[in-house]
C-alpha cells in the first residue's frame, strides 16, 4: 500500500521557520519525484517544489526561491521541505505528492498524502 505521511506542520510567527517532512512507503523511492503543494483556503492548489529522488535535482516556483529548500534522504524514503523567512501568504494545507516526472502541476502526480496546516501568524 502507498503511503505519505506528512507530519511537522504547526503554528508558527512571521519570518520564523518550519521542517515538513514526508515520509513514504509502497513503492520505490528511487522511481519517483516528490512535490510538495499548498492550498489555502478559497485558493487553488499550487505545486511549491519537488525533487528527483534519483539525481536529487531540484525546482521551486518563484515566491519561495530562497526561502524553502527541500531535500531527501533516500535512505529513510523521507522527503523534507525546509521553509525560512516564512510569511503570512504561506499558510495553507501543506501535501507531499509523488509522481514519475519533474515538475509543478498536480496533474503530473498519482499519490497524494492527507496534508498538514501551516499556519503563519503576522
Known amino acids: 500500500e502507498v503511503q505519505l505521511v506528512e507530519p511537522g506542520g504547526g503554528l508558527v510567527q512571521a519570518g520564523g521557520s518550519l521542517r515538513l517532512s514526508c515520509a513514504t512507503s509502497?513503492?520505490?523511492?528511487?522511481?519517483?519525484?516528490i512535490g510538495w503543494f499548498r492550498q489555502a483556503p478559497g485558493k487553488e492548489r499550487e505545486g511549491v517544489s519537488c525533487i528527483s529522488t534519483s539525481d536529487h535535482s531540484t525546482y521551486y516556483r518563484d515566491s519561495v526561491k530562497g526561502r524553502f529548500t527541500i531535500s531527501s534522504d533516500n535512505a529513510k524514503n523521507t522527503v523534507y521541505l525546509q521553509m525560512n523567512s516564512l510569511k503570512p501568504e504561506d499558510a495553507a494545507v501543506y501535501y507531499c505528492?509523488?509522481?514519475?516526472?519533474?515538475?509543478?502541476?498536480?496533474?503530473?502526480?498519482?499519490?497524494w498524502g492527507q496534508g498538514t496546516q501551516v499556519t503563519v501568524s503576522s
Open positions: 505528492a509523488a509522481g514519475n516526472a519533474v515538475g509543478l502541476g498536480s496533474g503530473q502526480y498519482d499519490y
Open positions: 509502497g513503492f520505490t523511492f528511487e522511481d519517483y519525484v
